[in-house]
Nanobody, 126 residues
Protein backbone atom coordinates (compact mmCIF):
# COMPACT_ATOMS: atom_id res chain seq x y z
CA UNK A 1 0.00 0.00 0.00
CA UNK A 2 1.19 3.53 -0.76
CA UNK A 3 0.41 6.32 1.68
CA UNK A 4 0.18 10.02 0.81
CA UNK A 5 -0.08 12.53 3.64
CA UNK A 6 -1.31 16.06 3.02
CA UNK A 7 -2.83 19.05 4.77
CA UNK A 8 0.15 20.44 6.64
CA UNK A 9 0.99 24.11 6.75
CA UNK A 10 1.65 27.14 8.91
CA UNK A 11 -0.89 28.04 11.59
CA UNK A 12 -0.95 30.27 14.63
CA UNK A 13 -1.08 28.86 18.12
CA UNK A 14 -4.64 27.99 19.05
CA UNK A 15 -5.57 27.27 15.45
CA UNK A 16 -6.56 24.06 13.71
CA UNK A 17 -5.46 21.89 10.82
CA UNK A 18 -6.75 18.66 9.35
CA UNK A 19 -4.29 16.20 7.91
CA UNK A 20 -5.27 13.52 5.44
CA UNK A 21 -3.61 10.25 4.56
CA UNK A 22 -4.75 8.67 1.33
CA UNK A 23 -3.98 5.01 0.76
CA UNK A 24 -3.63 3.45 -2.64
CA UNK A 25 -2.73 0.03 -3.89
CA UNK A 26 -4.89 -1.86 -1.45
CA UNK A 27 -7.96 -0.90 0.49
CA UNK A 28 -7.03 0.86 3.69
CA UNK A 29 -9.73 -1.07 5.58
CA UNK A 30 -7.25 -3.95 5.80
CA UNK A 31 -4.76 -1.88 7.80
CA UNK A 32 -4.43 -0.48 11.25
CA UNK A 33 -3.44 3.16 10.75
CA UNK A 34 -1.40 5.56 12.81
CA UNK A 35 0.00 9.06 12.85
CA UNK A 36 3.46 9.92 14.13
CA UNK A 37 5.43 13.13 14.21
CA UNK A 38 9.07 14.04 14.35
CA UNK A 39 10.52 17.39 15.32
CA UNK A 40 14.13 18.35 14.50
CA UNK A 41 16.54 16.60 16.82
CA UNK A 42 13.84 14.47 18.41
CA UNK A 43 12.70 10.91 18.07
CA UNK A 44 9.61 9.96 16.14
CA UNK A 45 6.61 10.26 18.45
CA UNK A 46 3.33 8.39 18.39
CA UNK A 47 0.39 10.76 17.92
CA UNK A 48 -2.69 8.60 17.32
CA UNK A 49 -3.85 5.23 16.07
CA UNK A 50 -7.09 3.79 14.78
CA UNK A 51 -8.29 0.24 14.32
CA UNK A 52 -9.31 -1.17 10.96
CA UNK A 53 -12.98 -0.70 11.74
CA UNK A 54 -12.46 2.79 13.11
CA UNK A 55 -14.23 1.95 16.35
CA UNK A 56 -11.09 2.00 18.52
CA UNK A 57 -8.80 5.00 18.71
CA UNK A 58 -5.66 5.65 20.71
CA UNK A 59 -3.71 8.77 21.57
CA UNK A 60 -0.29 9.94 22.55
CA UNK A 61 -0.30 11.72 25.91
CA UNK A 62 0.74 15.05 24.43
CA UNK A 63 -2.29 15.34 22.13
CA UNK A 64 -5.13 13.83 24.14
CA UNK A 65 -8.20 16.04 24.10
CA UNK A 66 -6.90 18.19 21.22
CA UNK A 67 -6.50 15.83 18.26
CA UNK A 68 -9.04 13.48 16.70
CA UNK A 69 -8.25 10.57 14.40
CA UNK A 70 -10.85 9.14 12.07
CA UNK A 71 -11.07 7.12 8.89
CA UNK A 72 -13.29 6.75 5.87
CA UNK A 73 -12.68 3.28 4.48
CA UNK A 74 -14.85 3.98 1.44
CA UNK A 75 -12.40 6.75 0.53
CA UNK A 76 -9.29 4.86 1.73
CA UNK A 77 -8.41 7.89 3.82
CA UNK A 78 -7.43 8.53 7.42
CA UNK A 79 -7.72 11.96 8.98
CA UNK A 80 -6.07 13.75 11.87
CA UNK A 81 -8.01 16.76 13.09
CA UNK A 82 -5.72 18.95 15.16
CA UNK A 83 -7.24 21.64 17.36
CA UNK A 84 -5.79 24.02 19.93
CA UNK A 85 -2.41 23.73 18.27
CA UNK A 86 0.69 24.69 20.22
CA UNK A 87 4.19 25.64 19.04
CA UNK A 88 5.43 22.32 20.43
CA UNK A 89 3.20 20.53 17.91
CA UNK A 90 5.55 21.74 15.18
CA UNK A 91 6.93 18.69 13.39
CA UNK A 92 6.78 16.59 10.27
CA UNK A 93 3.71 14.38 10.54
CA UNK A 94 3.73 10.89 9.08
CA UNK A 95 0.95 8.42 8.52
CA UNK A 96 1.73 4.73 8.75
CA UNK A 97 0.01 1.38 8.36
CA UNK A 98 0.17 -2.08 9.88
CA UNK A 99 -0.87 -4.84 7.53
CA UNK A 100 -1.67 -7.60 10.02
CA UNK A 101 -2.13 -6.25 13.53
CA UNK A 102 -1.36 -9.04 15.98
CA UNK A 103 -3.60 -7.86 18.79
CA UNK A 104 -6.36 -5.43 19.59
CA UNK A 105 -5.01 -2.28 21.16
CA UNK A 106 -2.63 0.62 20.69
CA UNK A 107 0.41 0.37 18.43
CA UNK A 108 2.62 3.20 19.63
CA UNK A 109 6.01 1.98 18.44
CA UNK A 110 7.13 3.02 14.98
CA UNK A 111 8.84 -0.37 14.65
CA UNK A 112 5.46 -2.08 14.49
CA UNK A 113 4.42 -0.31 11.29
CA UNK A 114 4.94 -1.79 7.85
CA UNK A 115 4.30 1.19 5.57
CA UNK A 116 4.97 4.92 5.82
CA UNK A 117 3.91 8.01 3.97
CA UNK A 118 6.30 10.79 3.01
CA UNK A 119 5.34 13.23 5.77
CA UNK A 120 3.76 16.66 5.82
CA UNK A 121 5.17 19.67 7.67
CA UNK A 122 3.11 21.33 10.38
CA UNK A 123 4.43 24.60 11.80
CA UNK A 124 2.69 26.36 14.67
CA UNK A 125 3.76 29.93 15.34
CA UNK A 126 3.48 31.54 18.75
Amino acid sequence: VQLQASGGGLVQAGGSLRLSCAASGRTSANYYMGWFRQAPGKEREFVAGISRSGYETYWGDSVKGRFTISRDNDKNTVYLQMNSLKPEDTAVYYCAAIQNPRYAGSYSSALEYDYWGQGTQVTVSS
